[in-house]
């Protein structure tokens, strides 16, 4: 018996594939946070605030899905870590 389309030979094969996709999708998680170390650097980025100025209080910030977890920044690309209560020295007050 050499049927592959038997019901649980389809099981087999579908719990197989869902198992391998597992460490690719917590790959894809881990991957997704990213930072921009050539712009952190340029800008000389610090996770700390400088006195009262903080990526939160900063035109460029764009927040992430929690409040006071990491978001990204319009002029770092591709940086998915930027620290609510980060600086760096292109700092520009929110209006
Ligand atoms: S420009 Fe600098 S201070 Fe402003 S959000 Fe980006 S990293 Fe933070």
Not at 14 to 38: C, E, K, Q, Y
Request: aromatic share 6%; hydrophobic share 40%.
């Amino acid at each position: 018996m050499t049927n592959s389309s038997t019901p649980r030979r389809r099981f087999l094969k579908i719990g197989s594939a869902a198992l391998a996709m597992i460490p690719v999708v917590a790959f894809s998680d881990r991957a997704i946070a990213a930072t921009n170390a050539a712009m952190r650097g340029a800008l000389k980025y610090q996770d700390k605030p400088l006195a009262e100025k903080s990526c939160s209080t900063c035109l460029q910030f764009v927040p992430g899905a929690a409040a006071k977890g990491p978001g990204g920044c319009k002029i770092m690309p591709g940086d998915t870590e930027i620290s609510p209560t980060g600086y760096c020295t292109a700092w520009v007050k929110k209006a």
